[in-house]
């Protein structure tokens, strides 16, 4: 595939992101099997309508317009971005760009690609390490690697995961820092959990850029109280208790809506996965909903539950 190319030209000041394209990239795509026409096409510099997009009621604009997007039937799987062999392809900023272009309504891609002709990397829109990053010296000994993570069979049918992308990491890759202030209204809790003597959590999904993420709330003992003041006394005080005692966990089943100051946390390093969890600083408002929207039914069976405790207490009340 680059049986005459000399890679000592990527030290030439003259090899730029033009040459980057045409005589690195253009050639794997089309090895790929991507053509102007067909069921696997490329579209060059595709540019959107409306160049942001919106994180809560703020505007992040969309800086960059990727050289490729991979369409496969088409629809969007991937976009890939060229860089000069002097740029970084794993600068933050580079793929921050990248990853805000991927996720644009308009787009909604799961996997984004950035190539500087020295390496290549692939992303998930849902993790934060590549999921493949290759040097130039290994594109031909590992192209088997390559296919496998840029052919459209795997791009429409990525890793499988047991759990959703979570929210505090897709924020920092649209730039905001470890303290950044992120207030959140009406957000409804479900799952509640005692880490620690000095640390609880609370999670729930929500949807982010038209897909679910899971928010991590994490808390001092001493909120608990300001989170579910909402409850009716009895039901706060079997909420507390479950929390008290092993399993340590509490089901809120979306019934607790409230309104929190949070900051963003450090990232967390588990297996696979990078989260970030929103740190909890203020407490505006808790209510109770005993109707709540679907979907909380994620709670192990061996948990409390606030809406079975719910519907026996207003049986009895009603004398049944």
């Known amino acids: ?36 026409t067909g069921d696997q096409t490329v579209v060059r510099s595709k540019s959107l309508t409306q160049p942001f997009i919106y994180v809560g009621t703020r505007r992040h604009p969309v800086t960059i317009i990727p050289d490729y997007t991979l369409n496969f039937q088409g629809r969007p799987v991937l976009i890939l971005d060229a860089k000069s062999p002097s740029e970084s392809v794993t600068l933050p900023a580079h793929v921050q760009q990248a990853y805000s272009y991927a996720i644009h309504p308009e787009v909604r891609v799961n996997h984004f690609a950035l190539c500087n002709g020295r390496r290549l990397v692939i992303y998930s829109v849902d993790t934060q390490k590549p999921l493949l990053d290759i040097s130039y010296e290994e594109f031909e000994s590992r192209w088997e690697d390559i296919e496998t993570f840029l052919k459209p069979k795997y791009l429409l049918n990525p890793e499988l995961r047991k759990f959703a992308p979570d929210f505090g990491f897709a924020l920092t890759r649209l730039g905001l820092a470890v303290n950044a202030e992120v207030i959140m209204l009406q957000a409804r809790l479900n799952l509640f959990a005692r880490v620690s003597q000095d640390l609880f959590t609370v999670t729930v999904n929500t949807e982010f850029a038209d897909k679910d993420h899971c928010v991590s709330y994490d808390f001092r003992p001493d909120q608990l109280p300001l989170l579910i003041a909402g409850l009716p006394t009895e039901l706060r005080e079997q909420f507390s208790e479950a929390l008290s005692r092993a399993p340590f966990q509490a089901g809120a089943d979306l019934c607790v809506e409230v309104d929190l100051r949070t900051h963003l946390g450090e990232p967390i390093e588990v297996e696979h996965e990078t989260f970030v969890p929103l740190v909890i600083d203020q ?5 109770f909903n005993p109707f709540p929207p679907q979907g909380g039914d994620d709670i192990p069976p061996h948990v409390f539950r606030l809406s079975k405790a719910f519907k026996v207490a207003s049986s009895e009340a009603n004398g049944e």
């Open 1 to 36: 595939m680059f049986k005459h190319f000399d890679p000592r030209l990527f030290s030439d000041p003259n090899f730029k992101e033009d040459s980057v394209r045409e005589v690195i990239i253009a050639p794997m795509l089309s090895r790929l099997g991507y053509h102007p």
């Open 283 to 287: 407490v505006y408002g808790s209510r």
